[in-house]
């Protein structure tokens, strides 16, 4: 009998080897990562409550490990082969993002595990965006796009003959596994020969800059890996001393005692150079981004979330940017700052674990084991992404040119067709990790009754 290595394993050899990748590639990203391991390293030691919460929560250890990336691609075609290929590592589209709304013309889903073990052991996600051409105007520019893009093949034969391999044996062995990382990195490297002319690439950055990204190029190179920071702030402020100029403002929820969701801040990459048909020109492909993860919002906190984000944003419009975060703070201010009253009142979501505090009778509710010690509720970490939050991250390396107005016309039937399945619902993975950790820790307490 063959073993086959567990998807898990397959993905952190790939995150791996991507990050060796664009460590090779994209001098800055190791900067960063120094960085972001100093102020992680710094926020830990001050923190002593916040190193055992993680620590007792199975969180610790994956903090190192954690990182998201981001592709653009071109076709259905790419999407379908991409979704393949991700499965092989563990890694299933959840969400949908309409990116339309805010001139960029795209849609998206997140690549990443869904088991809580799967979670824990490496939580890398890949942020997808698929190309929209039918929102270009310029249809005959979009008909010549289509055609370029139809010529390309981004995922190797080697990579596609493992991922038959893998569907039919349902797995790879150790060996097959190291080789198909090897081929799937080719997908996302980078290429400095570009597939079209000088003059094509210029017609394509007048219609979207993120039209030639996609285009002019061989595949769909990585555009940013985006390691994990527990003090964005801090990361934001120290980023000039160590030669990175980050974006204005931070996107996401305020600095907040008890973090919600994700904060995100990114920095513009260099030109690099490139060759069209020979000739020398260049384009800003790759950037650099960190993100704090929070909590996990339920329905209901979510809902509070996007207003209050709204109510800010409509009101920065108004006012001028300026005092962006006393409004991001203001609007956000009726939200409570601590995880117990987050999930009293259901605004967040929580994985529960039994201690081994034996009670001497039947408590009366939740919240009277956890008083007593018997049953901890740690934060179930958010591992999705926001779609504002994704469009301001967008903007910031693509250029103040580049606002187009889109009609905003989300099409999600579309996006699975090309997909070839339906992305999962975030709000139902959340919701089922808390209900099955609290079904085990209450049998286990002798508490099934609550
Ligand atoms: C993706 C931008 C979105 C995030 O972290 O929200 C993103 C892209 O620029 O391709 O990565
Ligand atoms: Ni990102």
Known sequence: MTTHMHPDKIRTLFSQAMSDMYRAEVPQYGTLMELVRDVNDAALKENPALKSRLEAAGELDRLDVERHGAIRLGTAQELAAIRRMFAVMGMFPVSYYDLSVAGIPVHSTAFRPVEQASLQANPFRVFTSLLRLDLVEDRALAEKSEQILSKRQIVTDGAFALIDMAEKQGGLTEEQAHKFVQEALETFRWHRDATVDAQTYEQLVAAHR???????????????????????????????????????????????????????TSFKALDEEVLFQGVAGSHTARFGEIEQRGVALTPAGREFYDKALTQTRDAASKSGADNYTALLEAAFSALPDDLETLRQERLAFFRYRATDKTLASKAENLSELIASGALIADPQIYEDFLPVSAAGIFQSNLGAEDQSNYSASANQDAFEAALGTKVIDEMALYAQIEIDSLTAALAQLGQSHL
């Open 210 to 264: 993120l039209i030639a990204d996609v285009v002019s190029f061989k595949g769909p190179h990585i555009n940013h890996l985006t390691p994990r920071t527990l003090d964005i702030d801090a990361v934001q402020a120290q980023m000039p001393s160590r030669g990175i100029a980050p974006k204005a403002v931070i996107e996401g929820p305020p600095r907040r005692k008890t973090d919600i969701l994700l904060r995100q």
